[in-house]
């Protein structure tokens, strides 16, 4: 897997380079404490064996050179050179020649007595007060030896850490793939038939135990709206139904029969039922826009008041004939909202008609305007039998109609139409009891209207 | 009484039969079948009536309508669409439509609007409607009062602006949807007979007692007034 690959070795790159920068600081700091603590010690040596001299005189000083050889170590160069270039005393075999002789710190290239090569030193040269050369120093092929252990231990250590980190980005590359692929498992066993699988969640509360739980909450809210779709595309084919075999018959019947009297009637009644069947389909597309938000470039400032006033006067005859009175009690002053006026209306008009086909028969029907400092409530109330509490809920689904027969005219889109409507407008319907009868309301905030324009 | 009719229309078989009824009617009838095609034939100016289709190839019939009365051409245009929501009417027409029926519609209630686009040019015409004469009715639309026969009708509000309607369409059908459009301005589709309970108030008022009724029902279409 190309990703884990990817994944593997940039974690084993990582580790490298910043082990490289440890060894590296490392190997910087010893190198140069070695160096200094070596130009201390060549330093020393030569200010002790300069200061034997001019307290003792010489013979000092070839005591002070000879215990210098004896008890310090093979690294050690000491050498007294007459003026002349003679060695006087001690273990440098090849001098430099007195000509080239400068006081001070040098380096350069030396063999000591007993030792089969020359190596690099660390020397001072001191012209003491009688004419000769006082050479002392050190060699630093101690030093390079020591560096060279130390070169070799630190590419061993850089050799492991490559390797740790590579091993290390593998075993993170393996979780994390294995992780991720749990999840990618599950997103390829999901399809539109099984929505019922879960990401797996190890409990541990990391990021991929989160990523999973977005992942399972995403699958609960769709297996939620799918099941509400296949409820809603049940009843909308089941009321979608009755009307189309009515019409298929009329049809069928109309095309059968020579009666032209009895022709005209079954063709009344095909055109009767596509009417049916288009109201219905075009209020399901209302509904879906409506919860969709289309509509809101609509939006205007008017006044509830009157509207309300022109649906009650509107519908008004119609309760009249079914035997029951409505009447509107009118607000003292205009309660201007901004909203669709035309589906408000429709939402008014079918909570209306929703009262006067199942409350007529409590024979009084109130509708209300209450102007508030938060929200607008729009009332209908009628004094028929009410619905249960358990069952409001499903009275505002679609196609919730609680009567089972389905013969009523009325295709139990009427609440949800005005419920959709509402949440258009931020707001919400509600069902509520009237004691007895219903009481249907659609509350409309007032934060949206100061909010637009 | 045949009037020039521009149709814009894509769809064959719809542009076919609204032809065919609309000559029968009397009207002789020009056709396009695209929005681009419609655009360059109204803008001549000389139609009494364009019906132009919602959606069509090359330039849309919102957008034929923008154009047109852009250029000043004000002949009146009814609206035809397969889309119903409110939101869609209320667009249509507000960009400068005369009248707008959702599809599927019938022939009935197409040749009704038509009627009353053409009518509503005849009045542009002739503006001395004061006075509204039906037979023994007389409306005075100042005063708003109403006499049949001499005798004063005491109507509601509503119900004077629905007499009026039907008035100032005379001998011609007007069907539910045009008076809940035209009478009360709204634009949805009401799942009761409220407005058939509205003209049968009316109706009380205006022929009961008298020999001959001036409110007609016509059958699968709508209403009529007529002596």
């Known amino acids: ?453 | 009484m045949g009037r020039k009719i521009l149709l814009v229309e894509d769809d064959r078989e719809t542009a076919s039969y609204l032809a065919k009824g609309l000559t029968q009617e009397g009207h002789s009838v020009e056709q396009a079948t695209n929005g681009q095609d419609g655009l360059f034939r109204a803008t001549d100016g000389s139609f009494d009536l364009i019906i132009l289709d919602r959606m069509l190839p090359v330039l849309d019939g919102l957008s034929v309508l923008r154009a047109l009365r852009a250029a000043h051409i004000e002949t009146p245009v009814l609206i035809l669409s397969a889309l119903a929501s409110v939101g869609d009417r209320i667009e249509g027409l507000e960009c400068g439509s005369d009248d707008y029926l959702v599809k599927p519609f019938s022939f009935a209630e197409l040749l009704a609007r038509v009627n009353a686009l053409l009518r509503r040019r005849e009045s542009r015409v002739d503006p001395a409607d004061h006075r509204l004469t039906v037979g023994d009715l007389e409306i005075d639309p100042l005063s708003r009062s109403v006499k049949r026969a001499g005798k004063k009708l005491d109507l509601k509000p509503r119900e004077y602006l629905l007499l009026e309607y039907f008035a100032r369409n005379e001998g011609r059908v007007v069907t539910r949807t045009m008076l809940l459009e035209q009478v009360w301005d709204y634009h949805f589709d009401p799942g009761t007979n409220v407005i058939d309970v509205h003209v049968s108030r009316l109706r009380r008022k205006l022929d009961e007692g008298f020999e001959k009724p001036l409110l007609h029902t016509v059958r699968g279409a709508g209403y009529m007034l007529a002596a």
């Open chain 1, 1 to 453: 897997m190309p990703t884990t690959l990817r994944i593997a070795l940039l974690a084993g790159l990582l580790a490298l380079l910043s082990n490289l920068a440890v060894i590296g600081f490392i190997y910087e700091r010893t190198h140069d404490e070695a160096v200094a603590s070596l130009h201390r010690q060549v330093v020393e040596q030569s200010k002790v064996l300069t200061d034997v001299y001019r307290t003792g005189g010489k013979k000092a000083l070839n005591e002070a050179i000879d215990d210098t050889l004896a008890y310090a170590d093979p690294q050690t160069a000491v050498a007294l050179i007459s003026s002349d270039g003679r060695e006087l005393k001690g273990n440098v075999a090849t001098a430099p020649s007195v000509q080239s002789m400068q006081e001070g710190y040098h380096s350069a290239v030396v063999r000591l007595r007993g030792q089969p090569s020359p190596h690099l030193g660390e020397l001072v040269l001191s012209r003491l007060s009688g004419g000769e050369w006082l050479v002392s120093g050190r060699l630093v092929g101690e030093g390079i030896a020591f560096r060279t252990t130390l070169e070799r231990s630190l590419i061993l250590a850089l050799a492991v850490a490559g390797l740790l980190g590579l091993l290390c980005g593998v075993i993170l590359a393996h979780y994390v793939s294995r992780r991720i692929g749990q999840i990618a498992a599950v997103a390829n066993r999901i399809s539109a038939r099984n929505l019922s699988q879960r990401v797996p969640l190890s409990g541990a509360g990391d990021s991929f135990d989160r990523l999973g739980l977005q992942i399972n909450a995403m699958l609960d809210r769709i297996s939620m709206l799918m099941e509400e779709l296949r409820l809603l595309t049940d009843s909308l084919a089941h009321d979608l139904r009755s009307p189309v075999s009515r019409l298929r018959s009329a049809a069928h019947a109309a095309a059968q029969t020579s009666d032209p009297g009895e022709q005209e009637e079954l063709l009344g009644s095909v055109v009767r039922n596509a009417d049916a069947l288009i109201r219905i389909l075009t209020t399901v597309l209302e509904i879906s826009r409506s919860e969709a938000l289309t509509g809101r470039n609509q939006f205007a400032w008017f006044d509830v008041r009157e509207l309300a006033a022109e649906l009650a006067e509107m519908y008004d005859p119609l309760a009249d004939e079914r035997g029951a009175a409505l009447k509107f009690e009118r607000p003292d002053r205009a309660v201007p909202l901004f909203g669709h006026r035309q589906l408000l209306a429709q939402a008014l008009s079918n909570l209306l008609e929703n009262a006067i086909r199942y409350g007529s028969k409590g024979g009084k029907i109130d509708v209300r305007v209450q102007p508030g400092e938060k929200r607008i409530r729009i009332e209908v109330a009628d004094r028929g039998p009410g619905i249960p509490l358990n069952r409001r809920e499903e009275a505002m689904k679609r196609f919730g109609r609680l009567d089972s027969s389905r013969s009523d005219e009325g295709a139990g889109l009427g609440l949800a139409l005005a419920q959709s409507i509402a949440h258009l407008h931020d707001g919400e319907l509600h069902l509520e009891d009237n004691g007895p009868g219903l009481l249907t309301s659609l509350e409309i905030p007032v934060h949206r209207q100061q909010s637009a324009r």
